[in-house]
Each structure stands twice: as structure tokens, then as C-alpha cells.
């Protein structure tokens, strides 16, 4: 996927939560409060903060598309992740505060302190539409983060998740206070809470992994063993290192090949490498190639009888 595909299918991702989030922000908030339920209010507290690290993210997007310079030579790309990060830090910081909140509510309520005798019809309608509107915008976000592999989009993809699984707890906690059971609206509230904090730790491991360079897994290394077997001429695939720049790779491999050809055979053995995993491998931007004389026990074990090691290009 070219650079401006990209950029407008996360802009896209990122705006539409955006408005999404404006219009629940205010209307669960405002109900919320109206219509007495402290469950949809702690969710309305939780959109008005996913308003707040969208306008974050989108900032760091565009910052992350500026081309890359003499201090940046991959570009800006990682920005991504970092807005990522903040997201992480963002939605564990709602969870929190949801949490005590909520839990000051059924305390207040177990010791005769509170006053809450069920939510209004209105806060039910509008927990069941959060519901299916979040549905909808985790499944059409989910797909253009996986297209375009911005880990922001894919973390807002999940925070949408985190939303539809909220107002599902608001919403049986809304139904349960109008028929009798005050309590269960504010502790649906803290349980709201605790699916937001796992999804706000979740983002923050998988954004931090992208930082800290926690590639290849094991699935891509083996991904390059596999693309690389069918070439006589690599006898053994010594190391791999990766570098993650946004949702782009760097490769660092170090391949054993016969000792006895010259440099510009090894040259062209590298350079069938590159281009097999530029090809194969997606969100691959760089391939560097270091190769030496294979081991000679490896390579018995790995050369084909009579194989040409010399690859043609």
C-alpha cells in the first residue's frame, strides 16, 4: 500500500472515531447524569477521555508522516507507536478513576449513605445504542488497521472494542438497577472499569514491543528460513535482526554461502535475498545482507547434490 493510501485510510480511522466519540461523550454524559446512572456516567466519563487522546493521536500521525532527514533517516514513522503509548496510558488513567469512583458509589449505597433508586428508561437506550454503533466501528477499524498496519489505528480498534464491551456492562447494570438492585448499576461501573484497564495494559505492551524492537517473532523468522530454502546458493541463515520504524521493517541477516566464489557472486546471491523478501514480506523496507563462507559441516547438510550456487539474477 502506497504512503497516501495509507495516510488517508488512518486519517479516516482516526476522524470517524473521533466524531463517534464526540457525539457519545455528550450525550452519555449528559444522560448519565439526568437520567441517574452512575454506570452509563463512568462510560460517558470514558468517551469524553477517548475524545481527548484522539485529537493526541491524530497529531501524532501527522507528525509521523513527515519524510525522512539527516537526524531521522527511516523517517518518522515510530511516532505511530508512540501515539499508541499514549493512548495506553490514557485509557489505564479512565480505568482508574472509573474504578474508584464506582467503588465509592456501592460503598455509599451498602451503608445507607446513597441515594439511587434506578436509572431512567433513556440511559438503557442509550448504553444499547453505544453497544451497536461500537460494533460497527470496531470491525471498520480493525480492518483498515490491519491494512494499513498502524499500530494507533490498530490500538484505537481495540479501545473501540474496550467501549462496546463497557456499555454491554452499563447497560445490564442499568437494567438490573431499574428492577430493583441499585447496587448492580455502580458496580457495573467498576467492572466497566476493569475491562478498560486490561485494554489500556494490552495496548501499552504491544506499543512498547514496537519501540523497543521486539522483532523478529518467531513466525517471521521463520517466514525468511522459508522464502530463503528454495535457494541452493544461501547454505545456512545464520541470524536475523529486525528493526521496527512504524509498521516498517529493516532487515539485518547474515547468510553462509560456498567460499570459493568470488565477491560479485556473493554480491548476487545477496541481492537475489533482498529482493526475494522486499517481494514476499509485507511492510518490508530495507534488506541488509552480510555473507562468509558457509560452515562446511551445515553445508553438507543443506546443499542439494550438484546444485549451481551461483544464482542468476
Not at 115 to 143: E, H, Q, W
Not at 202 to 209: D, G, H, N, Y
Not at 261 to 275: C, F, N, P, T, Y
Request: proline share 4%; aromatic share 6%; glycine share 8%.
Amino acid at each position: 500500500m502506497g504512503s497516501e493510501p495509507r495516510a488517508r485510510k488512518s486519517a479516516l480511522a482516526v476522524n470517524l472515531g473521533l466524531a463517534a466519540n464526540i457525539l457519545l461523550a455528550a450525550l452519555k454524559t449528559a444522560i448519565g447524569i439526568l437520567g441517574h446512572s452512575p454506570a452509563l456516567l463512568a462510560d460517558g466519563i470514558n468517551s469524553t477521555s477517548d475524545v481527548a487522546y484522539y485529537i493526541v493521536v491524530s497529531v501524532f500521525m501527522r507528525l509521523a508522516r513527515k519524510p525522512p532527514d539527516h537526524e531521522h533517516p527511516y523517517g518518522h514513522s515510530q511516532l505511530e507507536s508512540i501515539g499508541a503509548l499514549v493512548v495506553g496510558s490514557f485509557v489505564i488513567t479512565t480505568a482508574v478513576a472509573i474504578f474508584w469512583n464506582a467503588v465509592n458509589d456501592v460503598y455509599d449505597l451498602l451503608v445507607g449513605q446513597g441515594d439511587f433508586s434506578g436509572a431512567a428508561l433513556g440511559a438503557l437506550g442509550v448504553a444499547l445504542f453505544t453497544i451497536a454503533l461500537k460494533i460497527g466501528l470496531t470491525i471498520f477499524t480493525r480492518r483498515l488497521g490491519q491494512q494499513t498496519g498502524n499500530a494507533a489505528v490498530l490500538a484505537l480498534a481495540y479501545d473501540h472494542r474496550n467501549d462496546m464491551f463497557s456499555a454491554s456492562a452499563a447497560a445490564v447494570g442499568i437494567f438490573l438497577g431499574r428492577m430493583g438492585y441499585p447496587w448492580v448499576d455502580p458496580l457495573a461501573g467498576g467492572l466497566v472499569a476493569l475491562v478498560i484497564l486490561r485494554t489500556g495494559i494490552e495496548i501499552l505492551r504491544a506499543s512498547s514491543e514496537d519501540l523497543m524492537d521486539t522483532v523478529p517473532g518467531q513466525s517471521l523468522a521463520q517466514q525468511i528460513r522459508d522464502l530463503l530454502k528454495p535457494l541452493p546458493a544461501v547454505k545456512q541463515v545464520e541470524e536475523i535482526h529486525a528493526h521496527r520504524f512504524g509498521p516498517f521493517l529493516v532487515v539485518n541477516i547474515t547468510i553462509g554461502i560456498d567460499g570459493s566464489l568470488s565477491v560479485a557472486a556473493g554480491d548476487r546471491i545477496a541481492s537475489q535475498v533482498e529482493q526475494i523478501l522486499c517481494e514476499n514480506i509485507e511492510f518490508l523496507r530495507r534488506v541488509y545482507v552480510h555473507y562468509h563462507p558457509a560452515n562446511a559441516s551445515a553445508a553438507q547438510l543443506t546443499a542439494s547434490p550438484g546444485s549451481d550456487l551461483t544464482p542468476s539474477r
